[in-house]
């Protein structure tokens, strides 16, 4: 069982920067394939951005695309989320998830462990 915990989030003006973390309480989360999701108020969860198994690959949704940046560091088995030039439309819970998979996906469904979700604010 790989337990995640999210940090980092808050209130951030437009224009600004966040970054979120995602500690794993297991190694085997180094094999796994990690992503970030994210739930708009109102909305349902959707895909942000997603790193495979050694962070050599990574896939965003084209809404973050050129201003969010998936890394991993495998030894501290953590993923964090790297957010600039916010915007408003940026306010959601984000959440981290580790696939049953090593190769990165956008499939919510290949993604079995979720963290709790941090909540990010993005003031205009």
């Known amino acids: 069982q790989v337990q995640l915990v999210e940090s980092g989030g808050g209130s951030v003006q437009a224009g600004g920067s966040l970054k979120l973390s995602c500690v794993a309480s297991t190694d085997g989360f180094r094999h796994r394939a990690t992503g970030w999701f994210r739930q708009p108020p109102g909305k349902g969860r959707e895909f942000v951005a997603t790193?495979?198994?050694?962070?050599?690959?990574?896939f965003y949704v084209d809404a973050v695309k050129g201003r969010f940046t998936i890394s991993r560091d495998n030894a501290k088995n953590t993923v964090t989320l790297q957010m600039d030039r916010v915007k408003s439309e940026d306010t959601a819970v984000y959440y981290c998830?580790?696939?049953?998979?090593?190769?990165?996906?956008?499939?919510?469904?290949?993604?079995?462990?979720w963290g709790q979700g941090t909540q990010v604010t993005v003031s205009s």
């Open positions: 790193i495979n198994y050694s962070g050599a690959n990574t």
């Open positions: 998830a580790a696939s049953r998979l090593s190769f990165h996906s956008e499939i919510m469904s290949r993604y079995e462990h």
